[in-house]
């Protein structure tokens, strides 16, 4: 009796193999310098389905070859299942992460591309340019990754001295980048422009400093990205844009123009007016002798301290302006604070506690979820309407005016005689002239109590009785003394 024919083994698949080799093939490529990493990750999220189908391809002509010699096929395997499970992850994740704007949401997070280096190092260079400055033109400097420093220079010429740093998978490669990304300056009328040229290396990661000098008078326009920027010493317009970067100017005889997209703010000794748009983080400007005007948006505080002239403030929230700060002011999420302020004073915002000190003129306050105070050193018109939280304005001792405040659910208080004081249902009025009447005081408040108070009298010192006349002594004419500002 014959024995039964023996089927024969399947033979293994190549399938698995030959998409290991091909992956293996492209990593190398990588590993060796000749793509670039960026690029492989651009190819396999684009092309990555491609490996599916030489996989299938194989399998079906394995296939076929089994059925011409009467055997049975290979199967995929655990294996070849596993490793198809991750191919199509890592696959459709790369596809979707394609799709993303990585340069907006890297500037907006604020990552350097030196932070995530990963397949490569970093090389530094320097570089110096020079040429004569053109009498009377102005500067533009562009720099899309890196900071500027611009100062006065001692002759009249543009000196440059440039930092930059390159990431490379190797020196040799860092050359080829800091050749082609070269700064460069060119002239078209009256306009020099400087351009750190870190475009011209693509996406690939370059970051360049510059520490430029000018002649003093030059009119000067910089445009950067991802780096800071100081001006100091001009006498000409200054106009900025940056983003993720902090800002200084000082000493500047011009006014000063910036649009902000996530940098912050310190300005001091500007003779003209200021003027910021976009959004914020921190700003602060001191002894500006012109206006100054604030849009947008502010995340976190804004500071200012001796403003010669008109300052404007609007933002989704708040939207304030007055004529004059003598004092300070310091604006942050949930506080306005203010002192020695010039009106005509106006403030609409919501969830701030707002307290304003010698302030003088017209005042005008509309706020809700926060309280307000109010301290007069010159009493003029008052407006206030508050919601759910407290009101209290204090007016010169001696002054006179007339009154007609409201509280609805709240009591009102007030240390002046004069006034009469009413409550009906869950209305509380107070109405009145003191004095010889004048300015009105009209407070509407709901939710909160109203509270009038005299500001503080500080009487004169007697004069000293003069001394008995007695030899005369030596005239010695001293200095005045110049008081300090805190």
Not at 111 to 130: E, H, K, P, R, V
Not at 171 to 183: D, H, L, R, V, W
Not at 372 to 396: F, H
Request: net charge negative.
């Amino acid at each position: 009796m014959s024995s039964p024919a023996l089927t024969p083994r399947p033979r293994r698949s190549l399938a698995g193999p030959v998409v290991l080799i091909i992956l293996g093939v492209v990593f190398l490529l990588g590993t060796m310098g000749v793509l670039r990493w960026q690029h492989l990750g651009y190819l396999f999220a684009r092309f990555w389905p491609v490996l599916l189908i030489v996989w299938g391809i194989i399998k079906l002509l394995e296939y076929q070859r089994a059925q011409r010699e009467g055997t049975r096929p290979a199967g995929i395997g655990a294996g070849g299942i596993l490793l198809l499970v991750i191919l199509i992850v890592m696959g459709l994740s790369a596809t979707q992460a394609s799709h993303v704007n990585w340069g907006a949401l890297r500037d907006q997070v604020d990552i350097d591309d030196s932070d995530f280096n990963w397949f490569g190092n970093t090389y530094d260079y320097t570089d110096t340019l020079a040429q004569d400055f053109p009498p009377g033109a102005s500067l533009k400097v562009v720099d899309d990754h890196g900071g500027v420093n611009v100062t006065v220079s001692n002759d009249a010429k543009i000196n440059v001295s440039v930092r930059k740093k390159i990431g490379a998978e190797n020196q040799e490669t860092a050359n080829k980048y800091n050749e082609s990304t070269k700064p460069q300056i060119t002239v078209s009328g009256n306009v020099v422009t400087l351009n750190a040229n870190t475009g011209a290396a693509g996406d690939h990661s370059v970051a360049v400093d510059l520490d430029v000098s000018i002649p003093r008078k030059a009119a000067l326009s910089i445009s950067s990205r991802r780096g800071d920027v100081n001006v100091t010493g001009r006498d000409g317009n200054l106009n900025i844009s940056n983003q993720h970067g902090d800002i200084a100017l000082s000493d500047v005889n011009g006014d000063a123009s910036l649009q902000l997209d996530h940098s912050s703010l310190h300005a001091d000794n500007i003779a003209g007016d200021v003027s910021i748009d976009g959004r914020a983080n921190e700003v602060a400007l001191n002894d500006i002798k012109g206006a100054a005007h604030l849009s947008g948006e502010f995340m976190e505080s804004v500071k200012l301290s001796r403003i010669g002239k008109a300052v404007t403030f609007k933002s989704s929230r708040t939207d304030m302006e007055f004529t004059k700060l003598d004092g300070d002011l310091d604006l942050d999420s949930g506080d306005l604070r203010a002192s020695r302020v010039a009106g005509p004073v106006r403030v609409t915002t919501r969830s701030k506690d707002i307290r304003l000190e010698d302030v003088s003129g017209e005042v005008r306050v509309t706020d809700e979820n926060g309280s307000v105070e109010l301290q007069m050193a010159s009493l003029g018109n008052v407006q206030i309407e508050n919601r759910k939280g407290d009101v209290q304005v204090t007016v010169p001792v001696k002054a006179g005016f007339q009154v007609d405040a409201r509280a609805r659910d709240g009591e009102i208080q007030s240390e002046f005689d004069e006034i009469n004081i009413d409550t009906k249902h869950d209305w509380t009025t107070a109405t009145g002239t003191v004095g010889n009447g004048g300015p009105k005081v009209l407070i509407t408040n709901e939710h909160g109590s109203v509270e009038l108070r005299k500001g503080s009298s500080v009487a004169e010192a007697p004069e000293a009785p003069s001394a008995p006349s007695g030899p005369k002594a030596p005239h010695i004419k001293a200095k005045p003394v110049q008081p300090t500002e805190n």
